[in-house]
């Protein structure tokens, strides 16, 4: 179950990363970047960059500077360095940027807009995992979605910081019915419907879309990188999209959206988050984190309609609603092996402890202290 | 206290049920039903199905679906069986069931989406009473609530199903005023105004509408299940429709909302639970459960007024709210004596173990093991 | 640092309220008045009324009323005597009585709307203070917003409680910018933009707003009234007022809006809340606490987006949302000292109790047993 090369050169890099401050903020910021899909690995960051660069170099670089901001500023305010160097202030900080320069038109105001909402995902990553370690339950990005909306539903009274064309006030009305078609939207170019070409669309730009990169090429490139790091999350983040597309298509929802990856992000999310990480892979929990991305994919309509008054996108708030759904249940079901935060690494690094007894509930952790529970604190080699 | 006949009849039933797979699983079922007005009594909750199929046999069929998919899912998912066994998983599923078929259009996929409502309340449940076992707070029909607002906020967006007439996008308008003549709404048969007919019509039906039956004999039926159980029960549910409606009425809220017992349903719930079931009942705890079953008929006007821009219905979303803030006060108010979670039967139970010193101030809990905290676990005979 | 004659005032007249029934009750109603702005103080919340009462007899009959009443059930409910005694259950009911005062029509019905209010911001306040007691969190001025919130948004269905005129409904539309030119509202008359007399008054009229009183000389009151408590509060809540308003003037919000102080009045609380009340005053606290201010004026427009489909207002939630955030991080922040809810009192104390050891990481509270954590159980003299 080895990586083989791609996991030899994250070693060596990690020993370069150790030794130079420069390329050890490098490494730390890359793995802010992973962390957004839960990989801790510099490389999965780097080819996530590639992916998102290949896109768009403008929501790159704002990217950026909420990783740098919400990074920087977990220094500042002293929070704990294993945490910091595994990214864990760094994923909610890339994609505020990203998202409010995805629905902000440019101006200069944007850029200090940005570096404010870094830093306050930093904050609110801190309060959240403060508030669930009573639980033991991530935070998620929901530090991203709280600080995002707040900063997006402002912008709606505000002159000098403006919204663009992708924000639509738009009450629902129940005598429209959606058009279900299957198609792209903007150029209007290319067959309509069930076609394999749409299909692959819907599938891979449901991967890009979890940052925001509507783009089939981003979708392929991400997850190549998430398969650097781990086969069986891969495997899952296509399950996922695919589901969440598959899910959309049945109940009739927009083709336009459907086609553009927007019903598969949250799904996306949902089958890596449960579907290896946060729970032992086995057949039962395989299909609970199944059964949570297609559930996704009702919740981005749910939370769609709810938001359609002001306009304002669900972001990732169904993977975050669904997610805590489902691992707060954790506890109760005799079905599940939950792997603790404090053990979270990869999912088959959680196979091989579940094998070994080290994870479940044969582990030892009853009489033997355990470190305290706080956002995945993988140890940094 | 006895209650004689009835009594007796449900411990020759506990003994039938005990012995046979189907009778359990029958029995498990009727708890379920019963547990909606928290009445863990089978003979209840065939009473209330009674009460739903002489209204609806639609209605009651996706009630019984909801109820088996939520059941059987605590089951394949490895739920506490004491905890299945006393319908803990089941009176959300009905109430799901109900609530979508209630709203949506029936078609095919319908069925699969009560299902999956039903699936999706029991890991809620589960989730929800792992977060506020904190607390010793239960989850009421927070997971319903959750599950069917998120499954009908979706609708909206989706071509293959579809809300009926009863949802209806009417944003607020500070300009026009209520009529508040009290009536009846499709007919316009009958006397308008406070005649005992109408006040009788917003009496039963406030309790026939927990469970959204608009009809006047079920709500009949309804407090006869009740009063099988627990007289007590009988009497708040009564006091709490009297009073949500006459709250509505004071404050000049829709007449015919009135008449069809809509500021009722939340007040019956909210008079039940906190009338004797989680507090033990004294004047007090009554006067405290009518306060919170008066400020539940407002909270109903102020979360339909939240939910009007997207045409939601409020559900029994106001009960849960008020209930939970007048339960999570209990342990900082003297003059209340509540009834922890592990110890919940019914309220003439409380009263008596009060009377013992099993409940309360004096009871022997601080130097004894106690069960942990859930939902309700009484153990089935 | 002692406030001199002030403070040797002070503790005259806890002398004298300590001898007497009446004058017990005085205290206790005048500490809830000062409570509104964290200060435990029954002189502060005199000027505080003087203020309110200057500007209008009604909000201030209307607040003394909403007061009595949430004091009244927290005795006759048997809250802890002293969280009474420090008016603990008061300041939540004096911005109920005031709120619904200021946005509700006059008749009789709205005195009894006021005193179940009260009474409901009591029962809320008490809920709040054990649910956030797991993270020694205070609940703010939570129980007002939630009560608030409800008992306004019922009143768009109620044909015998009106809002006034300054409820609207008012859906977001993109496509219109906000007037930023700062001026007065009303009379229109007076010079626009930038000029010294209109920054006075956003200065000042931020400070007012806090309790809904919308005139220069109230906030020159308040500011007062604070002064003579903290003067460090002084100082917080006009730096919160100042950068509240610059931050909207920044961002090209309505200058209608900033000139009446609406953009400064959350400012205020987060700056005195976060500036040396709950965290002892550093400069990085310091900076901290305005950051979270400048944050508050962003998401009370975030906040009034979100409610204007229905036209409500966003009160202080933006206040208690921010300074949540900012408090619940603050285990995880060694850049910052906090301040236990049970010794809090003001904040020129903690800055000596931080210089002599008794507060910070210093203190030696690991091994002597510690009261009960609550909203700021402040020893009464």
């Known amino acids: 179950m080895t990586a083989a090369a791609p996991q030899r050169a994250a070693e060596a890099w990690s020993g370069l990363a150790a030794g130079n401050p420069v390329m050890t903020t490098v490494d730390t910021l890359l793995r802010g970047v992973g962390q957004v899909m839960f990989q801790n690995n510099p490389l999965t960051g780097l080819i996530f ?72 995902s930093t904050v609110a990553m801190m309060g959240l995992a403060n508030l669930f370690s009573v639980w033991d339950l991530p935070a998620l990005t929901a530090p991203f979605v709280l600080t995002a909306w707040l900063l997006l539903f402002a912008v709606l009274l505000f002159a000098n910081l403006r919204p663009n064309a992708l924000i639509v006030v ?16 903007a150029t209007g170019a290319g067959a309509i419907g069930l076609t394999p070409v749409n299909m692959t669309n819907a599938l891979f730009r449901g991967i890009g879309e979890v940052m925001f990169q509507d783009k089939l090429a981003t979708g392929v490139i991400f997850l190549f ?19 969440g597309a598959l899910t959309a298509w049945t109940v009739g929802a927009n083709g336009v959206a459907v086609f553009h990856g927007l019903y598969g992000f949250n799904a996306v999310l949902c089958a890596i988050a449960l579907g290896g990480v946060f729970f032992v892979l086995t057949w039962r929990s395989a299909i609970y984190a199944l059964v949570a991305a297609l559930i996704s994919a009702l919740v981005f309509a749910a939370i769609s309609t709810f938001l359609a008054p002001i306009g304002m996108p669900a972001l990732t708030a169904p993977f975050v609603l669904v997610t805590w759904i489902f691992l707060l249940a954790k ?21 091989e402890g579940y094998r070994t007894g080290r994870i479940g509930p044969e582990a030892p952790s009853p009489d033997q202290p355990r470190r305290p529970a706080s956002d995945a604190p993988k140890a940094v080699p």
Chains 1, 2, 3 share one sequence.
């Open 170 to 185: 738009a009450p629902p009305d129940t005598r429209v019915l959606p058009e279900t078609a299957l198609r792209e939207a």
């Open 331 to 351: 506890a109760g079901f005799k079905a599940l092996v939950p792997v603790g935060l404090a053990d979270v690494t990869t999912a088959e690094a959680h196979l």
């Open 49 to 120: 960059l590639a992916g998102i660069f290949v896109n768009s170099g403008k929501l790159g670089g704002f990217g950026l500077l909420g990783l740098a901001a919400s990074t920087l500023t977990a220094y500042l305010l002293g929070a704990d360095r294993a945490l910091i160097r595994n990214g864990l202030f760094g994923f909610n900080g890339i994609l505020v940027g990203i998202g409010l320069a995805f629905f902000l038109n440019y101006n200069g105001l944007l850029i200090g807009y940005v570096i404010l909402g870094g830093a306050l």
């Open 225 to 243: 990188a998430i398969f650097v790091n781990s086969r069986i999350s891969a495997l899952f983040a296509l399950l996922g999209s695919a589901l």
